[in-house]
């Protein structure tokens, strides 16, 4: 969530989240004491009200954190990944698990996409999954690297989990296997000429590759 900086006078988001709000909604929040800030706590939160008074209070879930973990569970996992404090509240990886667990019941292969992919939880999830139930998913991750955190803690953190790695309590950790190829987007001039065609190609090679499973 936004916190307001009141040196700067904006709103900004903690290093390594994404806001749940826009900077317009938290500003009408905060004029109407509808954002609360309590002693022990590291940043603001949304008040929230009884369903009877304001609708969209989130409902009580049936999967329970004993099951499919907490944040804080997420948290030290990936720090003991890449051996430091990373991201703030990851989704665990046994929740995503999960997840993908039910969404390709019965099925060997598949793709899944990320276009918000944070720490690279659903990736991480889809390699656990595959070295357990022998099956073959395959996972598409997308970020804009805000904050660096395609270059300095997704992509580590797969390549880690493939490869294999030694914690923060230097013992090594197996690898689960599978690949791993890091693009990054770019753009090349509409003008139909000999010169952009070329590149167009020369860009273009390695993804229709992935598209062609070759």
Same mark, same amino acid.
């Given at each position: ?44 939160? #949304?008040?929230?009200?009884? #369903?009877?008074? +304001? ?23 990936? #720090? ?19 997840? +993908? ?36 998913? +395959? ?8 904050? +660096?955190?395609? #270059? ?63």
């Amino acid at each position: 969530e936004f916190y307001f900086d009141k040196w700067n006078l904006t709103w900004r988001a903690p290093t390594g989240s994404y806001p749940r709000y826009s900077q317009d909604t938290l500003k009408k929040m905060y004029d109407v004491g509808d954002i609360v800030y309590k002693k022990g706590w590291k940043e603001p939160r #949304a008040k929230r009200y009884l #369903a009877n008074v +304001q609708k969209g209070v989130p409902p009580n879930t049936f999967w329970d954190g004993k099951d499919v973990g907490f944040n804080f569970h997420a948290t030290s996992e990936l #720090a003991d990944i890449l051996t430091r404090d990373a991201f703030l509240s990851p989704k665990p990886v046994s929740l995503m698990e999960k997840i +993908q667990e039910i969404g390709f019941f019965g099925k060997e292969k598949g793709i899944i996409l990320d276009f918000m992919a944070g720490s690279g939880t659903t990736g991480h999830a889809t390699l656990k999954l595959n070295n357990s139930k022998n099956t073959n998913i +395959q996972f598409i991750l997308c970020t804009n690297n805000e904050n +660096q955190i395609c #270059a300095e803690v997704c992509y580590p953190r797969i390549k880690n989990v493939i490869k294999g790695y030694t914690n923060s309590d230097n013992k090594k950790i197996e690898g689960l296997g599978g690949n791993l190829r890091y693009f990054k987007t770019d753009f090349v001039d509409g003008e139909s000429t000999d010169k952009n065609k070329k590149k167009l190609v020369e860009q273009c090679t390695e993804m229709l590759c992935l598209r062609e499973d070759c």
